[in-house]
C-alpha cells in the first residue's frame, strides 16, 4: 500500500471529489497559484482549472458567507481557512447562517459545505493563530465536526465530508500534515461518526481526537514498556457526530478512563465525554475520570513553554499513572 | 469629540423630464398589471395590520417589524424578477414574501410559531424562507443575508444560470463589514447580484446622519468600481421598477453588480416594542404619509388615469383586509409544532435516514 502524508492524503481526497463532481469547488485564501499556504491544494489549480479551484481576498466572513449562499443553491464549496482560527472573523455567517439556515427554514433548505483548515497549536505562532474551536463548533445543533489524526483518516473522512448535506467543519492539523502512513489508491470512504480503536487494551481507555491521540499512542508504549500496562487508545476522529458507542464499549471493558486533547479544559470535548460517560458507564468505573488538557491560558507564544503548555507523552503517561493508581 | 455637522445631502439632479411612467418597462404595462401592484400593495398592508393585531392580542412572539410604508419597493421589485432571478432579504420581510407570492396563511400561521406556517413555527416573523420561490430569507442579523445573496449570485454564475440574485438590506447594515466584503467580492468577480438598500432614514433608532459617513449610502459602490443609482421616489412603484430592472438587466446581460439605494419610510418602530418616541416626530411621519405614502400616490394615480374606481378599491381592500383576517383565523386554528419537531430540521441526514451515511450521536442529552 502507498505511504503518502496526511497532506497529501487531503490533497488526493479533494482531487478525486473534485473530478466526480462538477459542483465541487475548492475556494480559500491562497489556495490556487500560491499552491496553498500550506501546499495542501497545490497542483490543484493546474489540474482542475480556476472555476473549480478560487484564491479569494482576505475576507472570511466575505468569502465564507458567499460560499454558504452558494451551497444553498446547490454547490459543494470546500472552503479552506489558512488557519482555522480565522474562523471567529466568519462567526455569524457559520454558526448563524450554515448552521441555523435548514432549521429557521423548516427544512426547505440544506448546506453542503465543509470549512477545512489546521486547528492546532504547538508551533509558535501565539494565541491568535492556535485555536482549538472543536467544542465551540460542535456546541451548535446543525454543524458536524471532524478532526482526523492519519492519512487514511484525513482522505476517507474528507471525502465523506465533501458528501455530506449538511456543514461540516473539517479541523486539521499543520503538525500532522508531513505525517505520513498507508493509504490505498482504490477508493473509500469512512463514515463521519465513527470512532476508531487504534491500539486495543485491557487496563484503561485514553480517549481523544486530534494530534493528541498519536502522543496518547507513544504514552501507550511508554505504559507497556515501564508497567506493563495494555492501554486501549480510542480515537474519537469525528466530534459530532459522536461515536459514543466505541466509547462506551471500551470504558467497559477497561474501567478506567483518561481523556486526552488538544483544547483548553473548560467546556471541551472530553468534559462533555466525562459527562456522557459517567452518566451511561458509571458503573463500570473503577477510578475517577482524568482529563489531560492544554493548560488554561491563552496560547503562548515561547517555544519551549508552549510545548509544556499543550498534553505531551509524559503528561499523558503520568495521567494514566494516576488514573491506574 | 466634536459633534458632526449633518453633511447636506447631495441633491440628487433627476434626469431631465424623467417620468418613471413612461419607462420602457412601465410604458408596456396594462390596466390588470398596475392593478396587480395595487393590490400586492394594499395584501401587504393589511396583512401586517392584522399582524400587529394579533401581536397586541399576545398572539405573535418576539420581534414584529413591519413594512408598512415601504410597500412599493418589495412590490416594484418582486414586480421585476424573472423565472431565473433570486431574492434574500432581511428580517423587515414580510412585504418581500407576499410580493413573491407566499400565502398569507402560511405567514401568519409562521408568526404564530405554527406548524403549518412556513418555516413550520422554526424561523418566525424575521426568517421566511421558500426556496421554490427562489426566496432565501428572511434573515435576523444586520447584514448577514449579504454574503449568502452574494453567494446565491455566485451559485447562479457558476452553473451558467442566466439570473440574478437582488440581494436587500437595510440602511443600517451599509456599516457592517460583511456588507463591504460582499460587494468587493460581487465587483472583483463580476456577480450578478443587485445589492438593494431599502433606505427608511433610520437603523433602528439611529437616522443615517448619525450612524453614516459619506453623502450616500449606494454611493460607496464607488469605491469597488460598482455601478450604483439612488432610487429618490421609492415610495412610486414604477421608479422602483424601472431602477431596478436596469440594474438586473446589467446583471443579466454583463454579469455586473450594482447597488441601489432606494428611499423610502416605515410609519412603524422599528419593530413593534420600538415606542418610536426618541428619535423622530410624528409631524415627520404624518408628512410622508400624507405627501408619499406609496399605496395612496399609486392609488390616485391610477384613479387619474381611469384604471381604478372607488367600487373596485374597496373591492381589492374588502378583499385583502378579509384574506388577512382568514389567515389569522387559520394561524389560530392551526397546531404548535411537536417536542419532537424541535429535533427535526436541524440535519438533512437525521430528516432522510433512507439515505443517511454517518454513524454515531448526533444529538446529545
Avoid at chain 2, 453567494?151 to 457558476?158: F, N, S, T
Wanted: include cysteine; glycine fraction near 10%.
Amino acid at each position: 500500500m502507498p505511504v503518502i502524508t496526511y497532506r497529501e492524503a487531503l490533497r488526493h481526497a479533494m482531487d478525486e471529489e473534485l473530478t466526480r463532481d462538477p459542483n465541487v469547488v475548492i475556494m480559500g485564501e491562497e489556495v490556487g497559484q500560491f499552491h496553498g499556504a500550506y501546499k495542501v491544494t497545490e497542483g490543484l489549480l493546474a489540474k482542475h482549472g480556476p472555476k473549480r479551484i478560487v484564491d479569494t481576498p482576505i475576507s472570511e466572513a466575505g468569502f465564507l458567507g458567499m460560499g454558504i449562499g452558494s451551497a444553498m443553491l446547490g454547490l459543494r464549496p470546500v472552503m479552506e481557512l489558512m488557519f482555522f482560527s480565522f474562523y471567529s472573523v466568519a462567526f455569524d455567517q457559520i454558526f448563524n447562517n450554515a448552521a441555523n439556515i435548514r432549521y429557521m427554514s423548516g427544512g426547505l433548505i440544506n448546506c453542503p459545505i465543509v470549512i477545512r483548515g489546521p486547528a492546532n497549536g504547538g508551533t509558535n505562532v501565539g494565541a491568535t493563530h492556535s485555536h482549538t474551536p472543536e467544542s465551540i463548533a460542535a456546541y451548535h445543533p446543525g454543524i458536524k465536526v471532524v478532526v482526523p489524526s492519519t492519512p487514511y483518516d484525513a482522505k476517507g473522512l474528507l471525502k465523506s465530508a465533501v458528501r455530506d448535506n449538511d456543514p461540516v467543519m473539517f479541523m486539521e492539523n499543520t503538525i500532522l500534515y508531513g505525517e505520513t502512513g498507508e493509504v490505498p489508491t482504490e477508493e473509500y470512504l469512512i463514515p463521519l461518526g465513527s470512532a476508531k480503536v487504534m491500539r486495543e487494551g485491557t487496563d484503561i481507555s485514553i480517549i481523544g481526537h486530534g494530534r493528541a491521540i498519536q502522543m496518547a499512542l507513544r504514552s501507550a508504549d511508554m505504559l507497556k514498556d515501564k508497567h506493563n500496562i495494555n492501554a486501549e487508545v480510542v480515537d474519537l476522529r469525528s466530534i459530532r457526530p459522536l461515536d459514543e458507542a466505541t466509547v462506551l464499549a471500551s470504558v467497559r471493558k477497561t474501567n478506567r478512563v483518561l481523556l486526552v486533547e488538544e483544547a483548553k479544559p473548560f467546556c471541551s470535548v472530553s468534559a462533555m465525554l466525562a459527562c456522557i460517560i459517567q452518566e451511561k458507564a458509571f458503573d463500570h468505573l473503577d477510578a475517577p475520570i482524568r482529563r489531560v488538557t492544554s493548560i488554561d491560558a491563552p496560547a503562548i507564544y515561547s517555544p519551549p513553554l508552549e510545548r509544556e503548555q499543550l498534553p505531551t507523552p509524559q503528561k499523558i503517561f503520568d495521567a494514566a499513572l494516576a488514573v491506574l493508581k | 469629540m466634536t459633534k458632526k455637522t449633518p453633511s447636506p445631502k447631495k441633491t440628487e439632479v433627476a434626469d431631465a423630464g424623467y417620468d418613471a411612467r413612461q419607462a420602457p418597462i412601465n410604458a408596456k404595462l396594462g390596466p390588470d398589471e398596475k392593478i396587480q401592484f395595487f393590490r400586492d400593495m394594499l395584501r401587504i398592508r393589511r396583512f401586517e395590520e392584522r399582524c400587529l393585531r394579533s401581536y397586541q392580542q399576545g398572539k405573535i412572539g418576539g420581534f414584529l417589524h413591519l413594512y408598512i410604508g415601504q410597500e412599493s419597493v418589495a412590490v416594484g421589485c418582486c414586480s421585476v424578477m424573472g423565472d431565473n432571478d433570486h431574492i434574500i432579504t432581511a428580517y423587515r420581510d414580510h412585504g418581500h414574501a407576499l410580493g413573491v407570492g407566499m400565502g398569507m396563511n402560511e405567514l401568519m400561521a409562521e408568526n404564530f410559531g405554527k406548524y403549518t406556517g412556513c418555516s413550520k413555527g422554526k424561523g418566525g416573523s424575521m426568517h421566511y424562507f421558500d426556496p421554490s420561490r427562489h426566496y432565501w430569507g428572511g434573515h435576523g442579523i444586520v447584514g448577514g443575508q449579504v454574503p449568502l445573496g452574494t453567494g446565491l449570485a455566485y451559485g447562479l454564475k457558476y452553473k451558467g444560470i442566466k439570473g440574478a440574485c437582488m440581494t436587500f438590506m437595510g440602511d443600517g447594515a451599509v456599516n457592517q463589514g460583511a456588507v463591504h466584503e460582499s460587494y468587493n467580492l460581487a465587483a472583483l468577480w463580476d456577480l450578478p447580484v443587485v445589492f438593494i438598500i431599502e433606505n427608511n432614514g433610520y437603523s433602528m433608532g439611529t437616522s443615517q446622519e448619525r450612524s453614516s459617513a459619506g453623502e450616500s449610502l449606494a454611493g460607496r459602490a464607488a469605491g469597488y468600481g460598482m455601478n450604483w443609482a439612488i432610487v429618490e421616489n421609492g415610495h412610486d412603484v414604477y421608479e422602483v421598477r424601472d431602477k431596478v430592472s436596469r440594474a438586473l438587466k446589467l446583471a443579466h446581460d454583463q454579469c455586473k453588480p450594482s447597488v441601489l439605494e432606494i428611499r423610502t419610510y416605515r410609519y412603524r418602530g422599528h419593530s413593534v416594542a420600538d415606542p418610536d418616541s426618541t428619535y423622530r416626530d410624528k409631524s415627520e411621519i404624518e408628512e410622508y404619509k400624507n405627501t408619499k405614502d406609496p399605496i395612496m400616490v399609486y392609488q390616485n394615480a391610477l384613479v387619474t388615469e381611469g384604471v381604478l374606481t372607488e367600487e373596485l378599491i374597496k373591492q381589492i381592500d374588502d378583499s385583502a383586509r378579509a384574506e388577512a383576517e382568514t389567515s389569522a383565523q387559520f394561524a389560530e386554528q392551526s397546531p404548535y409544532p411537536t417536542l419532537e419537531d424541535i429535533k427535526k430540521d436541524v440535519y438533512w441526514e437525521v430528516d432522510n435516514p433512507q439515505d443517511k451515511k454517518s454513524v454515531g450521536n448526533l444529538f446529545f442529552d
